[in-house]
């Protein structure tokens, strides 16, 4: 044990309850375990949250949104890397975590009276351990929508969908949503799954009250305990006005609800002929935007260089003034938050979505793989907060710059664009009002702390 950590440990009392956060090493996680660590830590209570090195530093550059003072107070627990790994893929990565976890586990269990270990599902053979000590209990945190969870629950577990069947049909093929790598993952973790004594949701009641209760009746025989406590992401960002950001500055020389901003999250990648398709159809469009260009995560995103997107010559020059390419990371939440932002194209990966829901953004849908189809579904159907760029049925097929040039002014400068932007503003002033105090968000995580702290 370094004396680091051996400092941080002093601290730590016999009557306190100390929380471990262990994510699953790919950004959309790290990063919302990184908002619920300090959610918690909000609370007096300490917070540690656990991986490799290199994850636990790609969780702090990148924390979007989330006060630097906040992140300061957590204590950042550094795994060993596990020797000969590649770090090619976060899967491999991830089953060679158990041994380091449940000694650190071990040891912060024998100086504080309970140890709550919070989990994302794809780490619960790391955190199995939690059932051979008496004051440990553990927690899943699902970061991805409950509507998701319900759905594969019903497709993959063949389980009745309790008045749903009209919907099942229409979400008729999501078959080929996940790889076969990732379906053995996430089977490789159900026997462990058990261990855990709840699930915490990042959602809100206000996006998804029919389907937690439908997720409380398929559990209620586990005798599993649930929590819906989103958005976790900070939804009041007043201390990073100031911040120096080519986005932000480039927003802030343009109207109200006029940009589209485009990303399609950090694990995916478009071949060359689909990047030109999309620039060509965001030029043919008029509509001012902002397009992160980014190739695909690897495991550790800090070896090696990305590769160098190619765009049509003289793209950029062409649509300088109206449109914004860049490169590096981007900070989404405050894009999101911007009064100049009117509209997202997105792969619908459920942090993405929450943004956009919390901030009252609406949503040009382009689902590519996982939970993704099913959440642009939830966006375009359900909440009717948004528009779909590409089928499901098609996903083989290169979307034409035309059918893109189409979304865009829909959702930009039609009538029905703005009547869908009416609603999506009215949901997220809802959601933003479920996290003040009173708000159904507050009193589920009210009760989550009470929970673990009784």
Known sequence: MTQVENHEFSK???DEVAILMVPFPSQGHLNQLLQLSCLISSYQLPVYYVGLATHNHQARIRANALNPSNIAKLHFHDLPNPELIAFETIWDASMLLRDPIASFIRDISS???RVIVVHDPMMSYNVQDVSSLPNAESYIFNCISVFSCYIMMCLFLKISGQHEEELLKKLYSFEGVTTDDAMDLSDSQHPYMDIRSGDIHNTSK???SKYIDLMEQAEISLNKKQWAIGPILPTKLDYISNRENICLEWLNKQP???????SFGTINSFSDRQIKELAMGLEQSKQRFIW?????DRGDIFKGEDRKVELPEGFEERVEGVGLVVREWTPQPEIMAHSSTGGFMSHCGWNSCLESITMGVPIAAWPIHTDQPINGFLVTEILKIGLLVRDWGKREEV??????????RKLMASEEGDLIRKRAEELGEAVRQS???G?????????FIAHITR
Request: proline content about 2%; overall charge neutral.
């Open 435 to 437: 996290t003040e105090k």
């Open 111 to 113: 100086k504080v009276r």
């Open 206 to 208: 206000v996006i998804e």
């Open 399 to 408: 979307v034409s710059a035309s059918t893109i040039e189409n979304v865009v």
């Open 292 to 296: 992160m260009l980014r190739d695909a």
């Open 256 to 262: 109200p609800r006029s940009v589209l901003y485009v």
């Open 439 to 447: 708000g159904a968000s507050q009193i589920e995580l009210d009760s």
């Open 12 to 14: 730590l009392k016999q």
